[in-house]
């Protein structure tokens, strides 16, 4: 069924339209054609019974008398009359009680008679025979009965002629409607037919002026209509995409242009660069160069200036001591203050060369326990200075990241500073900490000191520069600037603030333990540029 | 009732043409008279009275001049009827004295027929019916004959005719003669 279901999707719609009007037109024939072989059956039956009917009643009428004053010859010769009829095979005439009292058989015909037949309003018909039995009456009352058997072979006749009838209409009426669904299919086919081969030239030739012809407003029109409406749409999406496509196509070299604009102009911007680099590595390098030669000086001068300082002092010391009778007081007053500032500058010359071997120094990072380094300093400063009173906190377990000597060497500057500036306070107190709520840790030293005005914040970290004179508190100038510089050198930042007469507080950063290979490998550029900001 | 008497009728008359030892076995009345009656009475089918001719009781008045003999079969058919009259049965020894009864049927057998006029005068109305030969030419209508064991009739269709009676054309067909 599915094969044949196939099969017949697959077969043009034209044949399809033909194939659908002659089975409708051969299915309601046959429908006609059995209701009508239906029809002339029970027309013929009951024509048969009619007839058969009527003759038993004719017979057994004309038989009443017969029957009445018992006369078979009588009967026998109304029964002859039976003989006109060439279907009728057989009639018995039977009296009142059953008993076969006339009868007339057809020549040549096979044919039994039954015995005391029952009267029947109905025919019984089968086996191409038809019997009826029909009872006689006489003023009232029952005096016999007629038995009819007829053939029924006419049956055959008429079977055969509507057989043939049906078919001769089958095929006149099947050629008909063959030619005329032919006709008729084009109204139906030639829309869709018509369609199909535009959509075939649409495809072969895109051509979007194409247009499907409407021939009647049915659902094929409104077919027609819809792919009409549906080519108009794709012509207009289709001048849309290209004006789209052209507007793309001017935007992209415009972009191109600019691109290569841009590329141009990177590389200028990286040939300036390179430019930029390779003058800096020069200037770089020659102030480097300078710089090393003016250290270099600087060294030379300050190794070369300790000697003559240490025999102006030597020997002043020893004109002191072994000539002090040729000396007045006040010869040898001088001669003391002479001393003096020669011991000062040979601190100075100290501090400087120190100062400079720093800057020359290499860093060696590694864990530091600056709580514990600051107590050590502290307690070193506290026995060189037992007559002062000071109240020294630090906080415990501080770590830091850095040189460690370097560090104690900024610690021994910064707390060193703290006890010197507390010097004038009976209640001296210097508190060595960190604030770890900050993004990188910051380590403080607070004192309550002389403190100092933060107009000058900026100038207490330069060489030489001093707040207080020299008398008030002894120093050099250049611990901060040395501090600085370690700070620096370990890539953190230091600043200052302070309060005149109420106290000061350094505060400085050292890169955290994540930062450290950063650090660690490009150490001194890396500290230079955070120096630099 | 009616249905019964016919059907006794019918078997009696099987009996007499195919059975014949049965007749002896049933004592009289003979075969003969029941034959005849119910005779007598098929032939009230085949022919048509005038209306005139009933009273206003509607009765049909059969009358029987046959002595005793047939008195058992012929009680048989009182009340029956006959196009929608009773039949009234009316023994007589004369056929001259009907006693005021207007006859409808006059049954003259064979025995009493010496009592009967030399010509039978055709009264209106009236079919007369005999069972002896030369019936028909004194005047009678129908005439019962015996032949070869079968009760068979003969008609005097001018009698009938004049006393104005239609006799149907099967009675007719059946006749042995026709006068």
């Known amino acids: 069924m599915s094969t044949v279901a196939r099969a017949f999707y697959n077969i043009s719609l034209r044949w399809k339209a033909v194939i659908v009007m002659l089975g409708v037109t051969a299915i309601s024939l046959i429908l ?173 030739e895109h051509d979007p002026s194409l247009r499907a012809v409407k021939r009647g407003n049915d659902e094929l029109g409104v077919l027609v209509d819809g792919f009409n409406g549906m080519l108009d749409e794709i012509g207009k999406r289709r001048a849309e995409l290209e004006r789209a496509r052209d507007q793309l196509r001017h935007h992209l070299s415009d972009l191109n242009s600019e691109v290569t604009e841009r590329k141009r102009a990177e590389q200028q911007i990286r040939d300036l660069n390179e430019d930029l680099d390779r003058r800096v590595k020069e200037r770089t390098a020659q102030l480097e160069a300078s710089n090393a030669e003016l250290e270099a000086f600087a060294y030379s001068v300050s190794h070369d200036l300790r000697a003559p300082l240490r025999g102006i002092d030597g020997f002043s010391g020893i004109l002191l001591s072994e000539h002090a009778a040729s000396l007045n007081p006040s010869g040898q007053a001088l001669l003391q203050r002479v001393r003096q500032a020669a011991q000062r500058m040979a601190e100075l010359i100290d501090d400087l060369l120190n100062l400079s071997r720093i800057t020359r120094s290499q860093l060696t990072r590694q864990d530091v326990d600056i709580g514990a380094l600051a107590i050590e300093v502290a307690d070193e400063l506290k026995n060189q200075n037992q007559n002062r009173n000071v109240q020294f906190t630090a906080a415990p377990d501080m770590h830091a990241w850095g040189d460690r000597n370097l ?57 030489f520069q001093r707040l207080h004179d020299v008398t008030e508190f002894p120093g050099t100038g250049i611990g901060l600037a040395t501090v600085q510089r370690i700070i620096k050198k370990h890539g953190g930042r230091i600043w200052a603030q302070g309060v005149v007469a109420e106290g000061a507080t350094i505060y400085f950063t050292l890169p955290r333990l994540g930062e450290q290979t950063a650090t660690a490998d490009s150490g001194a550029n890396y500290s230079d540029r955070r120096t630099a900001r | 009732m009616r249905a019964r008497f016919i059907a006794v009728a019918w078997v009696c008359l099987a009996e007499t043409f195919f059975d014949g030892t049965v007749a002896a076995q049933s004592q009289p009345p003979a075969l003969e008279h029941q034959v005849k009656t119910s005779y007598l009475y098929n032939f009230m089918h085949f022919v048509v009275w005038p209306e005139d001719v009933f009273g206003e009781d509607g009765k049909f008045n059969l009358c029987v001049v046959a002595g005793n003999r047939y008195d058992s079969v012929l009680d048989a058919l009182i009340a029956e009827r006959v196009d929608g009259h009773e039949i009234a049965v009316h023994k007589l020894d004369d056929p001259t004295q009907t006693g005021g009864v207007r006859c409808h049927l006059l049954f003259l057998a064979r025995d009493k027929f010496g009592l009967a006029p030399k010509t039978l005068a055709a009264e209106h109305g009236v079919l007369t019916i005999g069972d002896m030969p030369g019936f028909l030419e004194r005047g009678g209508i129908i005439n019962l004959v015996e032949v070869r064991g079968k009760i068979r009739f003969e008609v005097n269709q001018t009698a009938a005719q004049r006393a104005g009676l239609t006799i149907s054309s099967k009675l007719l067909e059946l006749s042995m003669r026709l006068l």
């Not at chain 1, 010197?420 to 604030?435: H, N, Q, V, Y």
């Open chain 1, 32 to 204: 006609a054609v059995t209701g009508m072989l239906f029809h002339t059956r029970t027309a013929f039956e009951r024509q048969m019974e009619q007839k058969l009917f009527l003759l038993a009643d004719v017979i057994g009428s004309n038989s009443t008398a017969a029957l009445a004053f018992n006369d078979p010859l009588a009967a026998t010769e109304t029964l002859a009359a039976l003989s006109s009829d060439e279907h009728i095979i057989a009639g018995g005439l039977y009296d009142a009680q059953g008993n076969l009292f006339a009868q007339y058989r057809r020549p040549n015909v096979e044919a039994e008679l039954p015995n005391a037949p029952r009267a029947d309003q109905q025919m019984t018909i089968g086996g191409g025979r038809a019997e009826i039995t029909r009872a006689i009456d006489l003023k009232g009352r029952t005096v016999g009965a007629v038995h009819l058997l007829a053939d029924t072979s006419e049956w055959n006749d008429i079977l055969w002629r509507f057989v043939a009838i049906a078919g001769i209409l089958f095929v006149v009426v099947l050629t008909i409607g063959f030619f005329v669904s032919i006709a008729l299919q084009r109204f139906v086919t030639e829309p869709v037919t018509d369609l199909v081969q535009l959509m075939r030239r649409i495809a072969l």
């Open chain 1, 407 to 463: 560090l104690r060497v900024v610690l021994e500057n910064l707390l060193g500073n703290a006890w010197k500036f507390t010097s004038k306070r009976p209640d001296a107190r210097i508190e060595f900490g960190m604030k770890t709520d900050e993004p990188e840790p910051i380590y403080y030293v607070r004192d309550n000191g002389a403190g100092f005005d933060m107009a000058y914040a900026r100038q207490l970290f330069n060489v």
